[in-house]
């Protein structure tokens, strides 16, 4: 329960806001506080099972940020629990820190601090600068995971860059964070001079005291808001959580673009295994690992050290055979349709015989690299202790990087193999496992893959058992005006407080149109054609206009086949980038001239193009899923095996939330007014069309 004076904190907190900003007060957020502070208030109530949990959708224009900042930030500091804020892009984390918070600290009167948090890598490593500066930049101290896809940066070009960083943090002019430097860095420079959790000695390491990250993370501590992204908090929490952000027991998390929550913990649960690159990965190891054998600071290990190359071999010969085996499995004629040309989905998840027993020996041999690494890098910390004469620190420390990296490989091939060791037959739901087909110098690769279907599992044992509580909220929380889609997914507890807020948005001012055509995205050239033929006179007149496809290849051919009059008022995604591609837009619009952006999905999302920048949304198509996509299929084949329609409980619902995101590209103030042309006939023509147009927002509609 919340006391009185928390309680009273919160609603002083929100009528100071609104009348210092002159701001109107809206139903839905208000309704929004409400609903976040009772859940809340069941925080250590102890009359159920895990965390506490509210999933809210709150329409555009609601003002989610502010109604979840004072209803929580209160209660984290009453209860003395942590309040960390994801997002899932850096747009929104930038906004939140730059403008929200502040102006919500500046006219609430809440007494709070907050900080950014990033990951490892989004910092310079002290350790690995010096070292790329004393050997050359193109010295590898660590070894790649794919060495055939890692081309280091030519010393010509990493050493100034290089030698510029240091003189900036030698004067006080750059903090080491990447997204603070003044100008883009090229990946490959930029990986010679960061570490993961693997390689880095934490604490022992002597540029500690001056280490960016950890100053960084030392300020996570003393803050009262931690704002970050999904993956990092998926991140924490795979370690077993605390390690990078506060532990879950003490934290209160709000999902802010909480939809995409699911999909992000799949990532993180999810394995791989290119077959050619862990062959080169071996030899480079067994390498590293003589240089190792033949210093006789090492004497004590040599035990160790002198199997591991021996473990190694054995895992180069079960990986040949793993590709005999697919070689056979994945040919044309042996696959009865399944072959794309891209990969081979293994139905139902089944690992058949022929490939469980060469997994089955790779997931133990990858164990024993597993515990062999472990010891290593265990003797390094001791040596960088001081534990062991015979080794150096500074020399340890440099160890302690290398077989740092071979952990860190061998325990995410040790994930998959341990996928591929059983045949999968008893997994409710079942995991995808498929194999990537690839191709280059005229021969064909394989890479293995691996995924949960649903992230409910991941997230029940990792977020929702164990956090103080969990708010998540986006606009688009409901597919087909419920929260079963959500709830399937991420594993939300029943339990949980649901609701959808009210926009603040007259719908009225924007019309849903669905013109006449005489075909329907079934037959993709006639429907390519369509649209070519509609285009120029549906964009004739507009200002600003977004014009979004759910295929690149008939994007493309609209493009290609309009007029030149309008295609150079067209700007195609691909040829810049996306906010170039918003900044040119903006820019021939405040010109006084118009334009078009013909965009993919990235576009349907996350995209504010307020008044004039975008009065037309026109819609190519309803946005189902790519029917090939292995973890899609996978999903369906589940669901159907148990009876069910998959088309209905999963193609449908993700749809219909695809578009509700992509009309929302139409109204973003209150002033706001235009169209949305849908190019899609199955709206009225299917029996889920209905559905469908009943789940948008309640434009009028002009139905041809």
């Given at each position: 329960?919340l006391?009185?004076?928390?309680?009273?904190?919160?609603?002083?907190?929100?009528?100071?806001?609104?009348?210092?900003?002159?701001?109107?007060?809206?139903?839905g957020q208000?309704?929004?506080i409400?609903d976040?502070?009772?859940?809340l208030?069941r925080?250590g109530?102890?009359?159920?099972?895990?965390?506490p949990?509210?999933?809210?959708e709150?329409?555009?224009?609601?003002g989610?940020?502010?109604?979840?900042?004072?209803?929580?930030i209160?209660v984290?500091?009453?209860l003395g629990?942590?309040l960390?804020?994801?997002?899932a892009?850096?747009a929104l984390?930038?906004?939140?820190?730059?403008?929200?918070l502040?102006?919500?600290?500046?006219?609430?009167?809440?007494?709070?601090?907050?900080?950014?948090?990033?990951?490892?890598?989004?910092?310079?490593c002290?350790s690995?600068?010096?070292k790329?500066?004393?050997?050359?930049?193109?010295?590898?101290?660590?070894?790649?995971?794919?060495?055939?896809e890692?081309i280091?940066?030519?010393?010509?070009?990493?050493?100034?860059?290089y030698?510029?960083m240091l003189?900036?943090?030698g004067?006080?002019?750059?903090?080491?964070?990447r997204?603070n430097?003044?100008r883009?860095?090229p990946?490959?420079i930029?990986?010679?001079?960061?570490?993961?959790?693997?390689?880095?000695?934490?604490?022992?390491?002597p540029?500690?005291?001056?280490?960016?990250?950890?100053?960084?993370?030392?300020a996570?501590?003393?803050?009262?808001?931690?704002v970050?992204?999904h993956?990092?908090?998926?991140?924490?929490?795979?370690?077993?959580?605390?390690?990078?952000?506060?532990a879950p027991?003490?934290t209160?998390?709000?999902f802010?673009?909480?939809?995409?929550?699911?999909d992000?913990?799949?990532?993180?649960?999810?394995?791989?295994?290119?077959?050619?690159?862990s062959?080169?990965?071996a030899?480079?190891?067994?390498k590293?690992?003589?240089?190792?054998?033949?210093q006789?600071?090492?004497?004590?290990?040599?035990?160790?050290?002198?199997?591991i190359?021996?473990?190694?071999?054995e895992?180069?010969?079960?990986?040949n055979?793993?590709?005999?085996?697919?070689?056979?499995?994945?040919?044309?004629?042996?696959?009865?349709?399944?072959?794309?040309?891209?990969?081979?989905?293994?139905?139902?998840?089944?690992?058949?015989?022929g490939?469980?027993?060469?997994?089955?020996?790779?997931a133990?041999?990858?164990?024993?690299?597993?515990?062999?690494?472990q010891?290593?890098e265990?003797?390094?910390?001791?040596?960088m202790?001081?534990?062991?004469?015979?080794?150096?620190?500074?020399?340890?420390?440099?160890w302690?990087?290398?077989?740092?990296?071979m952990l860190?490989?061998?325990e995410?091939?040790?994930?998959?193999?341990?996928?591929y060791?059983?045949s999968?037959?008893?997994?409710?739901?079942?995991?995808?496992r498929?194999?990537?087909?690839l191709?280059?110098?005229g021969?064909?690769?394989f890479e293995l893959?691996?995924?949960p279907?649903?992230a409910?599992?991941?997230?029940?044992?990792?977020?929702?058992?164990?956090?103080?509580?969990v708010?998540?909220t986006s606009?688009t929380?409901?597919?087909?005006?419920?929260?079963e889609?959500?709830?399937?997914?991420?594993?939300?507890?029943?339990s949980?407080?649901?609701?959808?807020?009210?926009?603040?948005?007259?719908?009225?001012?924007a019309?849903?149109?669905?013109?006449?055509?005489?075909?329907?995205?079934?037959?993709?050239?006639?429907?390519?054609?369509?649209i070519?033929?509609?285009l120029p006179?549906?964009?004739?007149g507009?200002t600003?206009s977004?014009?979004?496809?759910?295929?690149r290849?008939?994007m493309?051919?609209?493009?290609?086949?309009?007029?030149?009059?309008?295609r150079?008022?067209?700007l195609l995604q691909?040829?810049?980038s996306?906010?170039?591609?918003l900044?040119?837009?903006r820019e021939?619009?405040?010109?006084?001239?118009?334009?078009?952006?013909?965009?993919?999905a990235?576009?349907?999302?996350?995209?504010?193009?307020p008044?004039?920048?975008?009065?037309?949304?026109?819609?190519?198509k309803?946005?189902?899923a790519?029917?090939?996509?292995p973890?899609e299929?996978?999903?369906?084949?589940w669901?159907?095996?148990?009876?069910?329609?998959?088309?209905?409980?999963?193609?449908?619902?993700?749809?219909?939330l695809?578009?509700?995101?992509?009309?929302?590209?139409?109204?973003?103030?209150?002033?706001?007014?235009?169209k949305v042309?849908?190019?899609?006939?199955?709206?009225?023509?299917?029996?889920?069309?209905k559905a469908?147009?009943d789940?948008?927002?309640?434009?009028?509609?002009?139905?041809?």
């Amino acid at each position: 329960m919340l006391d009185d004076s928390t309680k009273q904190q919160i609603r002083n907190a929100y009528f100071r806001l609104v009348e210092e900003k002159s701001l109107s007060p809206r139903r839905g957020q208000r309704q929004m506080i409400a609903d976040i502070a009772n859940a809340l208030a069941r925080i250590g109530g102890g009359d159920e099972e895990g965390a506490p949990v509210c999933v809210i959708e709150a329409g555009t224009g609601t003002g989610k940020t502010i109604a979840y900042a004072v209803a929580a930030i209160p209660v984290a500091r009453a209860l003395g629990k942590k309040l960390i804020i994801s997002t899932a892009t850096i747009a929104l984390q930038e906004q939140l820190v730059n403008k929200d918070l502040p102006d919500i600290r500046r006219h609430s009167g809440l007494e709070f601090d907050f900080v950014l948090a990033k990951g490892r890598r989004r910092y310079v490593c002290l350790s690995r600068l010096d070292k790329a500066l004393d050997l050359g930049a193109q010295e590898q101290a660590v070894i790649p995971l794919y060495p055939d896809e890692f081309i280091p940066a030519a010393s010509s070009e990493a050493l100034p860059v290089y030698t510029e960083m240091l003189d900036a943090l030698g004067r006080g002019e750059w903090d080491g964070d990447r997204d603070n430097w003044p100008r883009e860095i090229p990946e490959d420079i930029w990986f010679g001079v960061t570490t993961d959790h693997r390689q880095c000695t934490g604490r022992r390491c002597p540029n500690v005291g001056q280490c960016s990250f950890f100053r960084a993370r030392d300020a996570l501590q003393n803050t009262d808001v931690i704002v970050t992204n999904h993956d990092l908090v998926l991140s924490d929490l795979a370690l077993g959580g605390g390690v990078i952000l506060s532990a879950p027991e003490e934290t209160i998390y709000i999902f802010d673009e909480g939809h995409h929550l699911p999909d992000i913990a799949l990532n993180h649960f999810s394995g791989f295994c290119r077959l050619s690159s862990s062959q080169q990965w071996a030899e480079e190891c067994k390498k590293q690992l003589a240089l190792a054998a033949a210093q006789r600071g090492f004497a004590e290990f040599s035990s160790i050290i002198n199997r591991i190359p021996g473990t190694l071999d054995e895992v180069v010969l079960c990986l040949n055979q793993v590709e005999q085996v697919l070689e056979a499995l994945v040919e044309p004629e042996a696959l009865a349709g399944n072959f794309n040309n891209q990969h081979y989905r293994l139905p139902h998840g089944h690992v058949p015989e022929g490939l469980r027993l060469p997994g089955l020996n790779l997931a133990q041999l990858f164990d024993k690299l597993v515990s062999d690494f472990q010891r290593l890098e265990r003797g390094m910390e001791d040596a960088m202790d001081g534990e062991l004469a015979q080794l150096g620190k500074a020399e340890a420390e440099a160890w302690f990087s290398v077989f740092g990296a071979m952990l860190s490989r061998a325990e995410g091939n040790q994930q998959l193999w341990q996928a591929y060791a059983v045949s999968g037959e008893a997994d409710e739901p079942p995991m995808a496992r498929w194999i990537n087909v690839l191709s280059g110098n005229g021969q064909a690769g394989f890479e293995l893959r691996c995924s949960p279907i649903l992230a409910a599992g991941i997230l029940q044992e990792y977020l929702w058992e164990r956090a103080a509580a969990v708010v998540a909220t986006s606009a688009t929380m409901t597919a087909l005006n419920s929260f079963e889609r959500f709830i399937l997914h991420s594993g939300a507890p029943r339990s949980g407080i649901f609701k959808v807020v009210p926009s603040p948005f007259d719908y009225s001012n924007a019309t849903l149109r669905v013109p006449a055509m005489d075909c329907d995205p079934g037959d993709p050239e006639a429907h390519t054609q369509a649209i070519i033929e509609l285009l120029p006179e549906l964009l004739e007149g507009e200002t600003g206009s977004l014009v979004l496809f759910s295929s690149r290849r008939q994007m493309s051919d609209v493009y290609a086949g309009l007029p030149g009059t309008v295609r150079e008022k067209i700007l195609l995604q691909g040829d810049y980038s996306k906010q170039e591609t918003l900044r040119r837009h903006r820019e021939a619009i405040d010109a006084g001239g118009s334009s078009a952006i013909f965009g993919l999905a990235s576009f349907s999302e996350g995209v504010d193009l307020p008044g004039r920048y975008c009065s037309h949304v026109v819609i190519a198509k309803i946005p189902f899923a790519v029917p090939d996509s292995p973890l899609e299929s996978a999903l369906a084949e589940w669901v159907e095996s148990q009876g069910r329609n998959a088309f209905m409980e999963i193609s449908v619902p993700d749809a219909a939330l695809r578009l509700l995101q992509a009309s929302g590209r139409l109204l973003r103030t209150e002033q706001d007014i235009g169209k949305v042309t849908l190019l899609d006939r199955r709206v009225v023509t299917r029996r889920y069309g209905k559905a469908i147009l009943d789940s948008l927002p309640p434009f009028k509609r002009e139905v041809d």
